[in-house]
């Protein structure tokens, strides 16, 4: 029987996913043992004509990272969908826009002021040239993929079967899922392959966490010297562990929390939670209150929450493209 | 009729890319030009953020060299911030970024550069990868690289929380400490680095040095080119990855600048042109000059052997005698030899090393003293690293709530965009003639590239399988006319 076979694909990226894959270490031997790499354009130097050239649905799975920012993206995205049974969007850019999707709180526009013009401090740009999707040298003419305005997850794109969450993916996920697709044994379709609670609930710091949590004043990590084994919340702290997916290490303990920093939510939420900022808004609302609450004025509440700084950048830190915000219109 | 050869994409570097090859009536190459047909935009995205999550941010610049844009921007924070991390933090930052060198060069060596040498330029493209290099080097050498990369990814895991985007830093110091234990366990495992980091050079002296082939190829005029060297140096003008003056050289070796990263903005501009989406670093001084070398020329270089080069030594023993090694043999200080990048690449591997077990010996960075906190009111910061690819510079204004108002980044492979067109273009100029095109050549044009690093080195070559290489080359009115697949 032929081995099934595999891709990986990248959009909007950093590389740390392949770094993640990497990450397998000698299991990655194993899994290239059972199936076939047939595109990996970061690691193997299979061109998009390959992957043109396969038979619809002749990929098994298809592992792509990244968000969607391009009209070169979008156009494999689609073509991998076309070749593919499974498509595996892979870590949170890919599923929830990642940290380039904070570019949707800017446009087009502005990005290209603050890289090529004279925003930047270092540009030396006197024609004020921008780059283009066409253009000529001396030689011919050279083309670029056009720049979207605004920043898309996967799934806003083409149709996705499965999500590994995180920034990036833990290796135990990956390989549980390559062994879950590899032995057919997945569950239904448009699942998360990852642990559906709230990381609050494995928290080696939970028994810190008291029974009716209450914020005095919001403290910034930068500012104070967080105690190292009590609960973030209850030191003001802002941690987006309780509306952010456990799942980042298997022994259940953050990977942030345990080199003493709050979470920032690269999993994502889980699947109870249908949007991260509505969630940490109301969680917060009850949490932040005075000792006394009886008394507690609307104003004073209020003094309180303006103590969050960036509440938008940091409760959508992983997930502006989809949230209901999507983007900010400029 | 003007023909044009399309790389797309290349393939194993950091990021998308393309290569353009024009060629003339006859079939040679009039000019070449690399593509980064990808932006993100961070410095605009990261306006309106809280200066102390740039750390968290920025990271997602690179995956593969995450922790070197972790550490310019928890300096860039302390310098908004104005606190002086305490002494312990210090050494603690320089224990994980010298972890952080060792594995991500050790890792190029074995995974992306080395296969070219060790398995030879024109093997079989399939063969031309880690497998390929286990097999000339033996499985216990193949073991110990899997081994070597775990053990100190551990090292930052344990301090910086993960290593794809690490965590701990924070203005004024760290986030965790080390404890005695773990001290003694990282200890023992960098000197099992630093044999390993000698083992390999050894690998590279009898593959490389001992095959007057490649040494004529290393030394030869293809991926040659004299330009301005830049890099961090100490107190003495020895190479410095954490902290330092940044220094250049022009192509005769004379230092021409040694500034703090402060003043970065009187010595390095960009240009801009419309067919990429990288900018182009020059020495303000001497002012772009267009995509040529030579002392007129504003093009810098950065990264390994920029690094020896802007440097007059390095600060530890057996490292300084591999650089004096090297230099012996290249016959020429500065070495304008892009080739030589992998060598140089290897003394920074037995510099981290030596000093990461310096760094254990020393009993005192098990001090809890981790962190000084800010008292200052924020407002502006430059903060400088070399990352594993070169000089890196992030610039933060804020408010004085500390809320991010403007960012600039130089980053490290982009210092070397214009180097790495102009690398491109000579090896494909000198290797591509009449026409003639085969997948020896092709690799030999890659090589150019790969010497900077491009910053894949990890994720590459990792997994068996054939590694074609698609050239169309089409007449000038789009018609493809030739396709060479390997």
Not at chain 1, 299 to 322: C, H, M, N
Not at chain 2, 187 to 205: H, P, Q, T, V, Y
Not at chain 2, 455 to 469: D, E, F, N, R, V
């Amino acid at each position: 029987m032929p081995k099934p076979k595999f891709g990986f694909y990248w959009c909007s990226s950093c590389g740390g996913c392949e770094e993640a894959i990497v990450d397998l270490n000698e299991k990655i031997l194993d899994v290239a043992e059972q199936v076939d790499i047939v595109f990996w354009p970061c690691a193997m130097d299979f061109k998009y004509s390959d992957v043109r050239s396969l038979q619809k649905n002749e990929i098994t799975a298809v592992f792509i990272n990244g968000a969607i920012r391009s009209s070169e993206q979008v156009e494999m995205a689609k073509l991998l969908r076309e070749k593919s049974q499974f498509v595996i969007s892979f870590g949170a850019c890919s599923q929830l826009g990642g940290i380039p999707g904070l570019a949707n709180f800017w446009d087009r526009q502005s990005i290209f002021e603050s890289s090529y013009g004279s925003k930047c401090p270092s540009i030396d740009n006197p024609e004020n040239i921008r780059p283009q999707i066409h253009s000529q040298v001396a030689e011919g003419e050279l083309d670029l993929p056009a720049f979207h305005n605004t920043v898309k997850s996967l799934d806003q794109v083409i149709e996705v079967d499965y999500y590994i969450p995180g920034c990036s993916p833990a290796p135990y996920l990956t390989m549980q899922a390559i062994e879950a697709i590899l032995s057919g044994k997945l569950p239904a379709k448009g699942s998360v392959l990852a642990p559906d609670v709230a990381l609050c609930n494995q928290c080696s710091r939970k028994d810190s966490k008291p029974e009716k949590l209450t914020i005095g004043k919001v403290e910034r990590i930068s500012l104070v010297s967080a105690d190292p084994e009590r609960c973030f919340l209850d030191q003001g702290i802002i941690c987006m562990g309780p509306v952010t997916r456990a799942g980042c290490t298997n022994d259940g303990e953050g990977r942030c929390i345990r080199v003493n920093m709050p979470c920032r939510g690269c999993y994502g939420p889980p699947s109870e939670v249908l949007d991260v900022g509505a969630k940490m808004t109301s969680a917060l609302a009850t949490i932040i209150g005075l000792q006394n609450e009886e008394n507690a004025r609307e104003e004073d509440i209020q003094k309180i929450l303006d103590q969050i700084v960036d509440p938008a950048g940091t409760f959508y830190r992983f997930s502006l493209p989809v949230s209901l915000l999507r983007r900010k219109f400029i | 009729m003007s023909q044009k050869i399309s790389i797309d994409p290349i393939t194993r570097l950091e990021g998308h890319g393309k290569i353009e090859i024009f060629l003339d009536d006859r079939g040679n190459v009039k000019n070449a030009y690399l593509q980064i047909p990808e932006l993100r935009g961070f410095e605009q995205f990261c306006v309106g953020r809280p200066v102390e999550e740039m750390p968290r941010i920025t990271p997602r610049i690179c995956g593969v060299c995450p922790m070197a844009h972790h550490m310019a921007s928890t300096k860039t924070i302390d310098a908004v911030y104005h606190v002086q991390p305490t002494e312990t933090a210090v050494k603690l930052r320089n224990l994980v970024y010298d972890a952080y060198m060792l594995e991500d060069h050790l890792l190029h060596f074995f995974f992306l550069g080395g296969p070219d040498f060790v398995v030879t330029p024109s093997a079989p493209a399939a063969e031309r990868n880690i497998l390929g290099v286990i097999g000339k080097v033996g499985l216990e050498t193949g073991k110990k690289v899997i081994d070597t990369r775990r053990k100190i990814r551990n090292i930052i895991t344990h301090l910086s929380g993960r290593v794809i985007h690490p965590v701990s830093g924070l203005p004024g110091g760290v986030s965790k400490g080390l404890d005695e234990e773990k001290r003694q366990e990282f200890l023992k495992w960098a000197r099992e680095s630093l044999e390993f980091a000698k083992e390999s050079l050894g690998i590279f002296n009898k593959v490389v040095l001992e095959n007057q082939k490649y040494v004529e190829l290393i030394t030869g005029d293809i991926y040659r080119h004299q330009t301005y060297y830049m890099g961090l140096v100490d107190e003495n003008n020895k190479v410095n990855f954490y902290d330092g003056k940044i220094r250049v050289v022009d192509p005769a070796g004379v230092e021409i600048a040694k500034f703090s990263a402060d003043n970065y903005l009187e010595y390095i501009a960009e240009h801009v042109e419309p067919w990429s989406y990288m900018k182009f670093p020059f020495l303000k001084k001497i002012g772009w000059k267009g995509f040529e070398d030579g002392k007129e020329s504003g093009v810098y270089r950065v990264a390994p052997l920029a690094r020896l080069n802007a440097a007059d030594g390095m600060a530890t023993p057996l490292a300084q005698e591999e650089y004096e090694r090297m230099y012996a043999t290249l016959g020429e200080k500065p070495a304008h030899y892009t080739l030589a990048f992998h060598w140089a690449r290897l003394v920074e591997v037995v510099y981290a090393a030596e000093h990461l077990v310096q760094l254990l010996q020393d009993s005192s960075i098990t001090s809890p003293d981790i962190r000084r906190l800010p008292t200052q009111t924020p407002d502006e910061g430059v903060g400088v690293t070399e990352a594993a690819r070169g000089t890196l510079i992030h610039h933060y204004k804020t408010d004085e709530n500390g809320i991010i108002r403007a960012v600039n980044l130089i980053v490290a492979t982009v210092g070397n965009s214009a180097a790495m067109s102009m690398s491109i273009a000579k090896a494909a100029r000198s290797l591509i003639r009449d026409g003639k095109v085969d997948q020896g050549i092709l690799n030999m044009v890659e090589m150019a590239f790969r010497s900077y690093d491009p910053c894949m080195a990890c994720a590459t070559h990792h997994l068996p399988g054939k590694m074609p290489l698609l050239i169309r080359i089409h007449d000038t009115d789009g018609k493809i006319r030739k396709i060479i697949e390997r």
